[in-house]
């Protein structure tokens, strides 16, 4: 399939799946059961990733504010980065590796397995059963794991601080003067709208698996690949609205 069918496949599954989401039954154990797999076992790794990325990227901030001696803006810089940028988008990306390979390949499994044909004969939508409640958790997981992210990021950004001699009072000092509520409501809504995509990009690519077990690889491939892509294309979409509206 061609890249842009692709893009049209992705965009009219998006679409159905609304519609089923809003359709009764709402299976709430599912989704309970995909936010414990999407955002509890996701917090090692993510905590790995925003304490160290905290740390790196305080770092540089230091080497450069020092050279004009205005260390005290290294705190606010570095966590404005994160509330606008980095929190959401390594987080979506960190997701779509660990989570959304995972929903491909499981779906892609049922798909040759004709277990998805097995709902449906039963009367069951395959899309509202097994895709729904993986969007939905993940559209919830992905703010609260914003604010994980940023929370450790903060506390990377200090220990890599203390290494120069700034103290944590110095580095959080003007946090709250550059971090404002708006930026935390940018954050909060890349980070539903990336967890979405991630949940309707690899639920697709899982339901349009066909042929042998070596199709369940590709497509779940193509699914962080394509996810990968739609996250910056959003990223770009929604800073855009944020900045012609503020």
């Given amino acids: 399939m061609g890249i842009i069918s692709n893009f049209l496949g992705i965009i009219l599954f998006s679409l159905q799946s609304f519609r089923e989401t809003l359709k009764p039954p709402f299976r709430f154990s599912l989704v309970f059961k995909e936010i414990e797999f999407s955002?509890?076992?996701?917090?090692?790794?993510?905590?790995?990733?925003?304490?160290?990325?905290?740390?790196?990227?305080?770092?540089?901030?230091?080497?450069?504010?020092?050279?004009v001696g205005m260390e005290s803006l290294v705190g606010p810089s570095v966590m404005l980065s994160f509330a606008r940028e980095l929190a959401s988008g390594f987080a979506g990306l960190i997701i779509t590796g660990r989570v959304g390979a995972a929903y491909c390949s499981q779906i892609g499994t049922m798909k040759i397995t004709e277990q998805l044909d097995a709902l449906y004969i039963m009367g069951i939508s395959p899309i509202q059963y097994v895709a729904v409640p993986k969007i939905v958790a993940l559209a919830i997981v992905m703010p609260l794991i914003y604010f994980f992210f940023m929370f450790l990021g903060m506390i990377g950004g200090m220990i890599s601080a203390s290494f120069y001699s700034i103290e944590?009072?110095?580095?959080?000092?003007?946090?709250?003067?550059?971090?404002?509520?708006?930026?935390?409501?940018?954050?909060?809504?890349?980070?539903?709208?990336?967890?979405?995509?991630?949940?309707?990009?690899?639920?697709?690519?899982?339901?349009?698996?066909?042929?042998?077990?070596?199709?369940?690889?590709?497509?779940?491939?193509?699914?962080?690949?394509?996810?990968?892509?739609?996250?910056?294309?959003?990223?770009?979409?929604?800073?855009?609205?944020?900045?012609?509206?503020?």
């Fill in 168 to 246: 944590p009072f110095l580095f959080l000092k003007d946090v709250h003067g550059w971090v404002e509520i708006e930026d935390l409501v940018l954050g909060v809504v890349k980070s539903s709208a990336f967890g979405m995509t991630i949940g309707f990009t690899s639920c697709y690519f899982g339901f349009i698996t066909a042929g042998s077990t070596e199709a369940v690889g590709q497509r779940t491939t193509e699914s962080i690949v394509y996810s990968m892509i739609i996250i910056f294309i959003v990223n770009y979409v929604i800073s855009s609205l944020f900045y012609l509206i503020k």
């Fill in 39 to 67: 955002g509890v076992r996701s917090l090692p790794i993510i905590a790995i990733t925003s304490v160290f990325l905290g740390m790196v990227f305080t770092l540089h901030s230091i080497r450069a504010f020092s050279a």
